[in-house]
Each structure stands twice: as structure tokens, then as C-alpha cells.
């Protein structure tokens, strides 16, 4: 009788679908990973980055570091990473990760970075450092590098970069041109592909990959022609998964694509000639980067004894 007669409303939260629902990460193998990367002073971008499949992953012992701290020069409206002024590079973090790739055992690693637009090369040398540190302790390890773009610094940090020999080279476009100016307004498009183009020009045996959300108010013949795009530059590999909106702050999830037009968009990527496609709400850059990266060694194979 003494409850108010008119209650605030209260502000109605976006409800996910169930198909990008996952399980909590728990488990003491996903401890022990955490705890790895912690005594050994590692970034993760499945932390940093908020990863819906972090649970999945580090229960296997999967883990995608972060090289070059955990603070980035640049502040898309997609990422959930920490802006402003970068601390000095860690001149152990090399070592470091080759240590945390035998403890784990990998077979297949991928490294990442935030973007360092305050050093000279970018960053480059830190990654060619991980590499050469990799092959000197887990030389069976294969090696799998995301880097960022590089402004005004590409043509020297490719070529550096593609020296040190990784087996495959990623650098995601995430969206589509038009929506670069509020999405990623630090990069550009054409340089993004341009870069990817270049990789492949110096090593053509190096794999190159690129990944895309969806989302974020796209049209579909804007991912077909990014598609083309790819197709252009000669990219490999095609990732594309659905964004989710770290925090309140950050660009707003305008469509929850489906399964199904995952799969539709899957059908077309494959039709364009990409050796391997990921495409799937939860598909992310490292998602099973590993089993990937067999399947597109074998689909190269393939397509070699097919040539001859």
C-alpha cells in the first residue's frame, strides 16, 4: 500500500543474441595461462581487447600477446585498448614471449601490438625482435604476426619485418571505407591495403591475412568490394566476425548479424579466390589461428599441384 505509484524507468539494456553468448572463463588451466602471462609481465589483446572467446582460448592455452605495452598512441571507437602516451619498450618482453610459447607448448602463436605512433620505426624492431627471439628457442613454433599500420613509417617496417621471415602476416582493415572517418579515423584505407599489397610483393610464400567486423552499419556491396579489395592486394586469408560494443563510450553495435548471413558472406568470399575464409559472429583474428593456419598451408598445396 505505501509502494510509490509511479516508478522511474529504468533505461532498457541491449540484449545479445544467443549466438554470441559464451561461457564465463573459468578453470585452472585458464588460471595457469593468466598466470604466465603475469609473471612474465605479457599483455594479452584477449584481455585488453575484452575477447568474447577469451574462456575458450586460454582453457587451451591459446593466448594472442601484446607486444609494445598495453597503452596505444590512437583511439578508434571500436577498441577497447587504452589511449595516450606509451611507456619506453621493454627490452625483455622478446625473450619473454619465447619463454611463454615453449611453456605453453604452441605450435602456431600469434603476436600483436597497440599502435606506436611515438617511436621512430613504429614499432617494427620490437616485432622483428619476438620473431628472431621465437625462432632461436621454439624453432618449430609458426609464426603469426597482427600488426598495426605503420603511418609514415610502412615501406621501412614491412621490409624489416618481412626479413625476419613470419609465416603469416595480418593487418585487418576492420570495416569498410565510408566508415573509416568515425570508426578508425587514425588510418587509412587504400594504406592498410597498400601495406598488405607491399607484404606480399617483397615474400610471396608469406601468408598474408586481413579481417573485417560487421555491425557497424556497413551495406552488403560495401563488403563485397572490400572483398575485391583484398582479392587486389592478393590477401589470403578473409576473417569476419560480429562487433560487440566494449563499453558505453565506444561505437554503437547498429546490426546483430546472423549465422546465416555469415555463412552467405563466407560463400561469396570463397567464390572470390581467398585460400581460406573465418567468417562467424564469433570469429575473431586469432579464433583458432593455429588449425587455420593448416588448413591454409594445405589449401596452398592444393592449389600448387593443381598449377603444375
Same mark, same amino acid.
Given at each position: 500500500m505505501n509502494a510509490p505509484t509511479h516508478l522511474p524507468e529504468r533505461p532498457m539494456r541491449e540484449r545479445k543474441p544467443d549466438w554470441i553468448r559464451v561461457k564465463a572463463p573459468i &578453470?585452472?588451466?585458464?588460471?595457469?595461462? %593468466? %598466470? #604466465?602471462? %603475469? @609473471? #612474465?609481465? /605479457?599483455?594479452?589483446?584477449?584481455?585488453?581487447a575484452a575477447c568474447p572467446n577469451i574462456g575458450e582460448c586460454w582453457t587451451k592455452k591459446h593466448a594472442t600477446v601484446m607486444i609494445l605495452g598495453d597503452v596505444c598512441t590512437r583511439a578508434c571507437a571500436f577498441c577497447n585498448v587504452k589511449t595516450g602516451m606509451p611507456r619506453a619498450v621493454d627490452p625483455l618482453e622478446p625473450e619473454h614471449v619465447a619463454i611463454a610459447a615453449a611453456k605453453m607448448g604452441l605450435e602456431h !602463436?600469434? !603476436?600483436?601490438?597497440? @599502435? %606506436?605512433? =611515438? #617511436?621512430? =620505426? &613504429? &614499432?617494427?624492431?620490437? *616485432?622483428v625482435k619476438v620473431i628472431e627471439a621465437l625462432r632461436r628457442n621454439t624453432p618449430n613454433t609458426t609464426i603469426e604476426i597482427l600488426t598495426p599500420d605503420f603511418r609514415n613509417k610502412a615501406q621501412a617496417a614491412i621490409e624489416a619485418i618481412v626479413t625476419a621471415r613470419p609465416d603469416v602476416y595480418n593487418h585487418n582493415l576492420e570495416t569498410v571505407p565510408r566508415l573509416y572517418p568515425t570508426i578508425r579515423p587514425g588510418a587509412r584505407y587504400y594504406a592498410s591495403l597498400r601495406l598488405l599489397e607491399t607484404v606480399k610483393r617483397h615474400d610471396p610464400s608469406i601468408f598474408t591475412k586481413s579481417g573485417v567486423m560487421l555491425g557497424l552499419g556497413e551495406e552488403r556491396m560495401e563488403v563485397h568490394q572490400v572483398m575485391d579489395d583484398m582479392r587486389s592486394a592478393d !590477401? =589470403? *586469408? /578473409?576473417?569476419m566476425g560480429q562487433y560487440l560494443q566494449p563499453t558505453p563510450k565506444h561505437a554503437k553495435v547498429m546490426d546483430f548479424v546472423t549465422p546465416s548471413a555469415f555463412d552467405a558472406y563466407a560463400a561469396i568470399a570463397r567464390a572470390k579466390g *581467398? /585460400? #581460406?575464409v573465418a567468417a562467424s559472429p564469433l570469429t575473431r583474428s586469432s579464433y583458432h589461428a593455429g588449425d587455420d593456419f593448416a588448413k591454409m598451408r594445405d589449401a596452398r598445396a592444393v592449389q600448387i599441384a593443381k598449377a603444375l
Open positions: &578453470g585452472a588451466e585458464f588460471n595457469e595461462t %593468466r %598466470r #604466465l602471462m %603475469r @609473471d #612474465l609481465n /605479457l599483455n594479452t589483446v584477449c584481455e585488453e !602463436i600469434v !603476436i600483436t601490438s597497440v @599502435d %606506436r605512433d =611515438d #617511436l621512430p =620505426d &613504429g &614499432g617494427a624492431s620490437q *616485432f !590477401i =589470403d *586469408f /578473409l576473417t *581467398f /585460400l #581460406l
